[in-house]
């Protein structure tokens, strides 16, 4: 994973310095530099290595004797789909992926005793905690601002714990997918469901992956019994006329060596901060794995 920094007022001289991001309060959060990074870099580049679990990163530059920094840029966050290397899990109820815009629904952040809160990241890249956008009752969160566009969701913790991600829709569409939340693992059985507003189906379902139609099934269900990275892929159902909005089922390996990271999901990440003397114009961090 490479991480970018850039500086606005762009000169040979600037130095770059690379953080840790962690949870302080509200929307804000305090840096830590990284271990290897005390003496800067003068590459605008940063590669982390072996990362298992999510984290969040900042940048900041700096130059002259004594040495004058810019301000931290905003933070980042590259995350892990899989639980099984995160200090917590986020549970969602009802476990599904999509939901209609009037259902009640709720994320509980399971972990280590701390003190938690649940964030969502928008696809138009408005980052916030529960407060603004739900309620937060202990360390469950209700969505009362639902989003129809993607949006990342996860739990941070005061002692630096972080989640594993998972993506939520809010549909205004009388159709839904049902699928799971979290990756699923290679030999399981997957059932993908479609679900209907206020009626009940009455007539055959069609379910399609990346566009391709591959069954008809009359009682509004697919059956994969034992699921594999080929049937990794964009799902999406169709009953009398109405259309899901399309959904990215993951499959991971039996033994979850190799962690699952995200990138913001909805693309790259840009982060843009307006700094007092020098700016810091953006931080990006490229990433490709789907989920």
Known sequence: MTLNCSVKNYSAE?????????YKNSN????????????????????????????GYACRAGRQQPEHFTSYSKPVFVWSADSSSASATVK????????????SVSLRCEGKPSEW???????????????????????????????????VYWCESKLGGFSNAVNLTVQ????????????????????????????????????FRNGSLISNDTIGKLN???????????????????????????????????PMLILQILGLARMHVSLKRSTLKSVMIICCMPW
């Open 224 to 258: 994969i019994p034992a699921v594999s990275k080929s049937d990794e892929g964009f799902y999406k159902c169709q009953y009398s006329g109405k259309q899901s909005s399309q959904r990215w089922m993951s499959v991971k390996e039996h033994s979850a060596s190799k």
């Open 92 to 103: 969602v109820t009802p476990d599904r992926v999509q939901h209609f815009s009037e259902e």
């Open 172 to 207: 205004k569409r009388d159709i839904i997918l049902v699928s799971p939340v979290h990756p699923v693992t290679e030999g399981e059985t997957v059932t993908l469901h479609c679900k209907l507003r206020n009626t009940t189906l009455k007539s055959s379902v069609s379910f």
């Open 28 to 55: 804000n959060y305090y840096f830590e530099l990284l271990p290897d990074g005390k003496n800067g870099t003068a590459q605008n580049s940063y590669i982390v290595h072996g990362q298992k679990q999510t984290a």
């Open 14 to 22: 600037w130095r770059y310095y690379w953080y840790q991001a962690f």
């Open 117 to 151: 809160r649940v964030m969502r990241l928008s696809e138009a890249g408005y980052l916030a905690n529960c407060s603004v956008w739900g309620t937060m009752n202990g360390s469950t969160c209700t969505i009362k601002n639902g989003t129809a566009k993607p949006a």
